[in-house]
């Protein structure tokens, strides 16, 4: 089976262009079943529905997420789907298995008002100051997630069409769009603060530095978000992807059409988009319970 394993991590990799965090998590799923078939002296090419659900019972007993069971059922119908085309087996036992439904719980969003506040917390007099702003100010721009701004470089950004190249999950680029408010804090620091930050790393091709001139890192800037939202007296828990989920709310909020917020999130399915859809529909049940007077019993 470790054989049939290694092929199928590099037809993932090499033609399915599958993120490097994705190919991990299902060579470690791959492995648990295959420790698991190995101590039931259980054949890993004659499993059936019944076999497969012995396995599942085993995570259900030592207390296995839903949403970490629903991920390994992925997988193995993905292997198993794997070995019919390659013909060592006829028929895909993983089929037969129903995933478990997850709730999913609604993204945590900033209101317009408490996004404006944020936005004004940085020191512009200071290079870090600066640096932030455009940071802040891209983020909620754009929708990208922190691990593609870390990312970014001087050649990915045009900053005279507000377009950048992101990098995305499992190798996929796709451009995403910023307005001329997060035009001009990215010229400011372009002009005024980067350049105080290189030091002696003149050539640092990175687009956002640290104070050593060397590429920000996504734990610095998760840290920043989470100072600048207490300034703001913004009192719940702020991370990068609250400005990503706040930039598709504010979208669709104001009439963005389902298809192109998932465009611009780099979102492969339009179910995983969906769920700003609830957010709104929330949003106006409490408005409407608050300013409506015969709303509330």
């Given at each position: 089976m470790q054989n049939q394993i290694d092929d199928f991590i590099s037809y993932l990799k090499l033609e399915r262009n599958y993120s490097s965090h994705t190919l991990d998590a299902y060579t470690l799923d791959l492995h648990q079943l295959l420790s698991?078939?190995?101590?039931?002296?259980?054949?890993?090419?004659?499993?059936?529905?019944?076999?497969?659900?012995?396995?599942?019972?085993?995570?259900?007993?030592?207390?296995a997420s839903r949403k970490s069971i629903a991920r390994?059922?992925?997988?193995?119908?993905?292997?198993y789907k794997f070995l019919v085309k390659r013909k060592y087996i006829k028929k895909n036992p993983w089929d037969a298995v129903s995933i478990p439904k997850i709730q999913r719980k609604l993204p945590n969003f900033l209101y317009t008002e408490e996004m404006a506040a944020m936005l004004d917390c940085p020191d512009e007099k200071t290079p870090?100051?600066?640096?932030?702003?455009?940071?802040?100010?891209m983020l909620y721009a754009s929708g990208m997630r922190v691990s593609e701004l870390v990312q970014l470089n001087l050649s990915d950004i045009d900053a005279g069409d507000g377009e950048i190249l992101v990098h995305g999950k499992g190798s996929k680029e796709r451009v995403v769009l910023i307005g001329s408010h997060a035009i001009s804090a990215l010229k400011d620091y372009m002009r005024l603060g980067r350049s105080k930050l290189t030091g002696k790393k003149a050539q640092n091709r990175a687009m956002f530095l640290n104070r050593f001139g060397t590429r920000l890192t996504q734990r610095s800037i998760e840290r920043e978000i989470q100072n600048?939202?207490?300034?703001?007296?913004?009192?719940?828990?702020?991370?990068?992807?609250?400005?990503?989920?706040?930039?598709?709310?504010?979208?669709?909020?104001?009439?963005?059409?389902?298809r192109t917020v998932q465009e611009l999130l780099g979102h492969a399915s339009l179910s995983t988009t969906q769920i700003y859809t609830h957010i709104t529909k929330e949003r106006l049940k409490t408005i409407y319970n608050k300013a409506h007077p015969r709303a509330m019993g």
């Open positions: 698991f078939l190995k101590e039931k002296n259980i054949d890993h090419l004659n499993i059936d529905r019944l076999k497969a659900r012995s396995f599942l019972l085993f995570l259900e007993e030592h207390h390994k059922i992925s997988c193995f119908r993905s292997f870090a100051g600066l640096r932030d702003r455009a940071i802040l100010e600048y939202a207490k300034k703001a007296g913004i009192d719940k828990k702020v991370t990068p992807h609250t400005l990503r989920h706040s930039f598709a709310t504010h979208l669709l909020e104001n009439g963005a059409d389902l």
